[in-house]
């Protein structure tokens, strides 16, 4: 296996950072660094720390060489090395990261996710009515890797805040079973691109044929999330198996609104791509919207409400016309 860490790898240029990744590159974990500089969101940080964690359990080496460039720092800061067994070669002192960043963290247990989300509140910078929904998803994504996608090496998370920006970006990675062998357990989906499509709509859950999911997976993880990243004007990135589904930034003087259908939003659904067996979401949030941002929230669940019905009323039409 082999990862490229390189200049530049954001949701908006995700493709050319998953292009270099490679899963056949040896019985090893080969991880290249650029020599000149390295700004990579969370979405590859927790990625590779996965990766990293993968071939540790799997008692392969990791190959590569840490150049002395001012990123490592970084990189160390963010505890990378600790899952990636490369030898930074440099030590810092370590500042308080509550308000700044979450570093990479491993999250097997429901006491760990705890505790991350508790990490999570001082980033968020924002009155509780912003930062519920925030919280609900982070929750969300990570309890359904540790309930379903039976990752050996659990969930990996770390998220940034950027204060100018007043954006909160976060990276969540696991090494499971993916969406397409998920979904496949309740619906029909061809390949990893219709999976794709059919988890980001609202009510859609592997555990259940039934539309609107269950008591405990009501199939909106994924939806409310690229929901509020829609809604804040942001991107939301989902690697899966050889996809990778991409909501772009809704344009200037256009309203921002939520699509129950994926294919409606603005976006670009890249296929053909390396494997990834598990699953990997990035989000980008603006977290000052407050109570503007607050009130299209209620736009998310209406949505939900009116697709999953119509969904439902689909089906229940199918099923009586084939009898």
């Known amino acids: 296996m082999r990862i490229v860490l390189p200049n530049s790898a954001h949701l908006q240029n995700l493709a050319g950072f998953i292009r270099k990744y490679d899963p056949n590159a040896g019985a090893n974990l080969n991880i290249r660094l650029d020599k000149r500089w390295i700004h990579v969101h969370p979405f590859a940080l927790a990625m590779t720390a996965c990766a990293g964690a993968l071939a540790r359990q799997r008692g392969q080496e990791t190959r590569g060489h840490v150049p ?12 990378l090395f600790e899952y990636v ?43 509780a009515n912003v930062a519920d929904p925030i919280k609900y998803v982070f929750s969300e994504m990570v309890r359904n890797v540790l309930e379903h996608a ?29 969406i397409l062998q998920s979904i496949r357990r309740s619906h029909a ?18 555990a259940t044929k039934r539309i609107g999911g269950t008591e405990t997976n009501a199939g909106a993880g994924l939806f409310f999330t690229k929901s509020i990243a829609a809604l804040s ?7 899966s198996g050889n996809a990778l589904y991409k909501l772009l930034r809704t344009r200037e003087g256009q ?10 939003d603005r976006h670009n659904f890249t296929g ?52």
């Open 68 to 79: 002395k460039i001012n990123s490592v720092r970084y990189l160390l800061r963010m505890k």
């Open 85 to 127: 067994a490369l030898n930074p070669r440099i030590e810092i002192t370590e500042h308080e990261e509550s308000g700044r960043f979450i570093p990479i963290t491993q999250i097997r247990t429901n006491e760990e996710l705890r505790d991350a989300i508790t990490n999570l509140i001082p980033l968020l910078h924002a009155p």
């Open 150 to 178: 039976q990752s050996p090496v659990g969930a990996f998370v770390c998220a940034q805040y950027y204060r100018q920006e007043d954006r909160l970006s976060i990276g969540i990675a696991d090494a499971g079973i993916g």
């Open 189 to 206: 989906a061809e390949h990893d691109q219709a999976a794709i499509a059919l988890a980001l709509r609202p009510g859609i859950t592997g």
């Open 233 to 239: 004007r942001n991107f939301f990135a989902l690697y």
């Open 255 to 264: 309203a921002p609104r939520v699509n129950a259908d994926p294919a409606d």
């Open 272 to 323: 053909n791509l390396p494997r990834w067996q598990g699953t990997v979401v990035g989000i980008n949030v603006s977290v000052g919207g407050g109570k503007a941002f607050a009130d299209l929230l209620s736009d998310i669940r209406k949505a939900y409400r009116i697709d999953v019905k119509h969904q439902s009323k689909q089906y229940y039409k199918k099923i009586r016309f084939i009898a």
